[in-house]
């Protein structure tokens, strides 16, 4: 039997909004596996999908270039958000995103090696670690535009557009508000779309709905969740009213694709307990 430990308990219940008691048997059920629990959970409560990674832990900021047809964005990281609002991190993080759209790199790797020189002259100065830790690409016919969020510069996205700049600089704004996985229904992964088809209608069936008005509830819950998650589907944060797609077409702009980041997506950051570091100070 796998072993529960607290913090599986606690990442599944802050993933959920679930009672502790409730994740830990979900947990027991699925032998320790996460994905697995909080599919039972789905299923037991209603309770819509969690994202147990994606949670903002590494301090940076964005910054993007755009060369011609090409556009990149990128994430630089550095240790603390004091460092991360410094001018030279700045300067690197843009000097690495001009890099990304002039040498097109092959990989992370490429690009770090490229920036290398520069990265060790601004730890050398400001005294913490910094990482470029990753970029997209985007080469088009097409135009380009990039939305940047606020001052600490840490969440934005690259927009391929046909149309006008403004209107598509309006819904890279959108998809940095409502966090769209893709574009269109048809971008969606079928597999994705089969696994919320299952527990939906595990949900129906254990309601004891007659199974005719239970596949017509659940075909209402996979369009609702297609329009939640696709950018054409969504309605437009500006204006409710009407759906990206809408408002896209009426004013004769058409968003191919985009690239949009977080810093510190996915990236588990490690607590610290300074009370407990005092405490173990005062005690040499």
Same mark, same amino acid.
């Given at each position: 039997?796998?072993?529960?430990?607290?913090?599986?308990? #606690?990442?599944?219940?802050?993933?959920?909004?679930?009672?502790?008691?409730?994740?830990?048997?979900?947990?027991?059920?699925?032998?320790?596996?996460?994905?697995?629990?909080?599919?039972?959970?789905?299923?037991?409560?209603?309770?819509?999908?969690?994202?147990?990674?994606?949670?903002?832990?590494? $301090?940076?900021?964005?910054?993007?270039?755009?060369? %011609?047809?090409?556009?990149?964005?990128?994430?630089?990281?550095?240790?603390?958000?004091?460092?991360?609002?410094?001018?030279?991190?700045?300067?690197?993080?843009?000097?690495?995103?001009?890099?990304? #759209?002039?040498?097109?790199?092959?990989?992370?790797?490429?690009?770090?090696?490229?920036?290398?020189? $520069?990265?060790?002259?601004?730890?050398?100065?400001?005294?913490?670690?910094?990482?470029?830790?990753?970029?997209?690409?985007?080469?088009?016919?097409?135009?380009?535009?990039?939305?940047?969020?606020?001052?600490?510069?840490?969440?934005?996205?690259?927009?391929?557009?046909?149309?006008?700049?403004?209107?598509?600089?309006?819904?890279?704004?959108?998809?940095?508000?409502?966090?769209?996985?893709?574009?269109?229904?048809?971008?969606?992964?079928?597999?994705?779309?089969?696994?919320?088809?299952?527990?939906?209608?595990?949900?129906?069936?254990?309601? %004891?709905?007659?199974?005719?008005?239970?596949?017509?509830?659940?075909? %209402?819950?996979?369009?609702?969740?297609?329009? $939640?998650?696709?950018?054409?589907?969504?309605?437009?944060?500006?204006?409710?009213?009407?759906?990206?797609?809408?408002?896209?077409?009426?004013?004769?702009?058409?968003?191919?694709?985009?690239?949009?980041?977080?810093?510190?997506?996915?990236?588990?950051?490690?607590?610290?307990?300074?009370?407990?570091?005092?405490?173990?100070?005062?005690?040499?």
């Amino acid at each position: 039997m796998a072993q529960i430990t607290a913090k599986m308990v #606690a990442d599944l219940r802050a993933a959920t909004g679930l009672g502790m008691m409730e994740c830990k048997k979900a947990l027991v059920e699925a032998e320790g596996n996460m994905e697995k629990a909080e599919e039972i959970l789905r299923i037991k409560s209603g309770a819509k999908a969690g994202k147990l990674a994606g949670r903002t832990a590494a $301090e940076g900021i964005l910054a993007y270039a755009i060369e %011609g047809n090409v556009g990149a964005l990128v994430e630089v990281n550095c240790e603390t958000d004091f460092v991360a609002k410094d001018e030279s991190f700045v300067a690197f993080a843009q000097s690495a995103a001009k890099a990304a #759209a002039t040498q097109k790199p092959a990989d992370i790797e490429a690009l770090s090696a490229a920036v290398e020189d $520069e990265r060790k002259a601004v730890i050398a100065k400001l005294g913490e670690n910094i990482s470029v830790r990753r970029f997209q690409i985007i080469e088009t016919a097409n135009s380009l535009t990039t939305y940047i969020h606020g001052a600490a510069a840490n969440e934005g996205v690259l927009v391929e557009f046909k149309g006008s700049e403004e209107i598509a600089r309006k819904v890279g704004m959108h998809i940095v508000a409502a966090k769209p996985q893709c574009i269109a229904e048809s971008d969606v992964d079928a597999a994705l779309i089969e696994k919320e088809r299952h527990i939906y209608t595990e949900q129906a069936i254990a309601s %004891g709905k007659p199974a005719e008005i239970a596949a017509k509830m659940v075909e %209402g819950r996979i369009r609702k969740f297609l329009a $939640e998650i696709t950018l054409n589907g969504q309605a437009f944060v500006m204006n409710p009213d009407q759906t990206v797609a809408q408002f896209a077409k009426e004013n004769n702009t058409e968003i191919v694709s985009f690239v949009r980041y977080k810093v510190g997506d996915g990236i588990e950051k490690k607590e610290v307990d300074y009370a407990a570091e005092v405490a173990a100070a005062a005690k040499v």
